[in-house]
């Protein structure tokens, strides 16, 4: 496919599990990838060496999305080196899972200004340099639609919040011919969550088709919202879970 030929997208995250995979699907369909990540700068080159053997080009950007500098200095790298963005995908996150009465303030804050700050920021440096046509795409997750079990107080939260910021991007960045959308993975077969880990029968058991999903998966989602197929789809919330909240 070569539906984002010319087109330049920066996936934050985009060294491992959903993010490299959004970043492989999109260079698969034909766009130039920048990937940030904060730690592990091996994976980041294994998958922009992926993306270079599709005959795309891609750049990896070491940079803490909790670090406004940084963001800002993500987003000018990869117009210096493009000259243009036309596709930013929100998916770097972080995850917690514990009881509300024992979250500390200081990992309230650190997942808050992963999962929440770091997206209005980078969408905040991305938008003056997006033309007509382009498109932000910002992670989810099932938690923000159904909380089918306790101790996701803060993820849950953390995530809902995104909701507010993709519809009122999309209403703010609209007149100019952006779209701005959120996808919600369910459980999702990653090193971070494994669909042989511990608690994945639990987990499973939630969903309406009765297993994990593939990376790949939610990255043909992303690949839609952001083709030229989803040209009039903005400010939507699209489930790919499995059913969870069905």
Not at 19 to 43: K, M, N, P, W
Not at 68 to 87: H, M, Y
């Amino acid at each position: 496919m070569t539906t984002m030929n010319g087109k330049v997208a920066l996936v934050t995250g985009g060294s491992r599990g959903i993010g490299a995979a959004i970043a492989l699907r999109l260079a698969e369909d034909g766009a130039d990838v920048a990937l940030t990540y904060r730690g592990g700068s091996e994976r980041a080159e294994a998958v922009v060496a992926k993306i270079a053997a599709m005959g795309r080009t891609a750049l990896a950007v070491r940079a803490d999305g909790a670090d406004e500098a940084a963001v800002r200095g993500a987003v000018a790298a990869v117009v210096e080196r493009f000259g243009r963005l036309d596709v930013l995908v929100n998916n770097a996150g972080v995850g917690a899972v514990g009881p509300i009465g024992g979250t500390a303030v200081e990992e309230i804050d650190t997942l808050l200004a992963v999962n929440v700050r770091a997206p209005y920021l980078y969408a905040r440096a991305a938008a003056p340099h997006l033309a007509e046509g382009g498109r932000i795409v910002t992670i989810g997750s099932c938690l923000a639609q159904r909380v089918a079990f306790p101790g996701a107080v803060l993820y849950a939260t953390s995530k809902a919040a995104m909701t507010g910021l993709t519809k009122a991007l999309a209403r703010e960045l609209g007149p100019r011919g952006i779209t701005v959308n959120l996808v919600h993975p369910g459980p999702i077969d990653t090193d971070m969550n494994p669909a042989d880990g511990d608690s994945a029968d639990f987990q499973r058991g939630f969903t309406a088709l009765g297993r994990y999903g593939a990376p790949a998966e939610v990255a043909g989602a992303v690949a839609y919202l952001a083709g030229e197929d989803g040209r009039y789809v903005t400010g939507a919330e699209l489930a790919v879970d499995g059913g969870f909240a069905a």
